[in-house]
């Protein structure tokens, strides 16, 4: 899931979203030496991870 996330999220999506993007995120961050485009990817998915913990009320030590 790497879409853009619009303000009508339904935060019941969020506990299978969450540790999707996570997971993603974690895969870039892992790599040696990131790409423009893979740092572009990185920080997308890092924005998606923020909006829907600060949308959802989802504290970053539960997810």
Do not use: G, V, W
């Amino acid at each position: 899931m790497t879409h853009n996330l619009e303000s009508d999220y339904d935060c019941a999506n969020a506990s299978a979203d969450l540790p999707d993007l996570i997971a993603q995120l974690q895969s870039l961050q892992n790599q040696h030496s990131l790409s423009d485009e893979q740092q572009q990817l990185a920080n997308h998915l890092d924005n998606q991870i923020r909006f829907i913990r600060n949308k959802c009320d989802i504290p970053k030590d539960l997810s």
